[in-house]
């Protein structure tokens, strides 16, 4: 079993700055093969994708809300995956969720593409 603990969250003004944090943890879990995404949801709104790394790290994809501001990274040794949010903006405001695929040789927008999940951290963007 994998568990995924997100952190990082939290209050920021419009124009800052957030780096999340996913931690990955669970008996035998190998980061080799493994792809990760970061998902959020609004109030009132479902689940959208924000950004995924393959399991080598060398290919990443974006929603376009988010291209050229976030950044998703990740550290095999120290069993994380990242996510840098620069220049925030008040409809970034929701829960941000890390993820796991077991076949991620390429990342993935969909969320039933992974097979795990975490609990999510607030992110709250002030105008």
């Known amino acids: 079993q994998v568990q995924l603990v997100e952190s990082g969250g939290g209050l920021v003004a419009d124009g800052g700055s957030l780096r999340l944090s996913c931690a990955v943890s669970?008996?035998?879990?190998?980061?080799?093969?493994?792809?990760w995404g970061w998902f959020r949801q609004a109030p009132g709104k479902e689940r959208e994708f924000v950004a995924a790394?393959?399991?080598?790290?060398?290919?990443?994809i974006y929603a376009d809300s988010v291209e050229g501001r976030f950044t998703i990274s990740r550290d095999n040794a120290k069993k994380t995956v990242y996510l840098q949010m620069n220049n925030l903006k008040p409809e970034d405001t929701a829960v941000y969720y890390c993820?796991?695929?077991?076949?991620?040789?390429?990342?993935?927008?969909?969320?039933?593409?992974?097979?795990?999940w975490g609990q999510g951290t607030q992110v709250t963007v002030s105008a």
């Open positions: 993820a796991g695929d077991r076949g991620g040789l390429v990342p993935a927008r969909g969320a039933n593409s992974y097979d795990y």
């Open positions: 790394i393959n399991w080598r790290g060398e290919d990443t």
């Open positions: 669970g008996r035998s879990v190998t980061m080799n093969g493994m792809g």
